[in-house]
């Protein structure tokens, strides 16, 4: 399989990874933000993921830094509802 050489591809690969984080982690993702525990309470989840995206992708894409934005942007923006004392 060839590596994603293309940051729209990339882009759309990282912010799947993160929509699926969100769909099987939502009650973790919650409880963290909550708590100010996410990054906590997600790291070996977020690192999970971060291995999946960067062994698709060509080192140059990976060194844009798509999957740590996708994470903030689909991930965390999606749960700015729930009651933190982080916002």
């Not at 769909?23 to 070996?44: A, N, R, S």
């Amino acid at each position: 399989m060839a590596l994603i050489d293309k940051p729209d591809r990339a882009r759309q690969l990282a912010r799947a990874i993160a929509s699926d984080l969100t769909l099987y982690h939502e009650k973790e993702i919650v409880e963290g933000i909550e708590q100010d525990t996410l990054f906590d309470v997600m790291k070996d989840h977020i690192e999970e993921g971060r291995a999946l995206f960067k062994s698709r992708v060509t080192p140059e894409i990976y060194g844009l830094n798509l999957y740590d934005r996708a994470i903030v942007d689909v991930m965390i923006k999606s749960k700015g509802h729930v009651k933190s004392r982080i916002w």
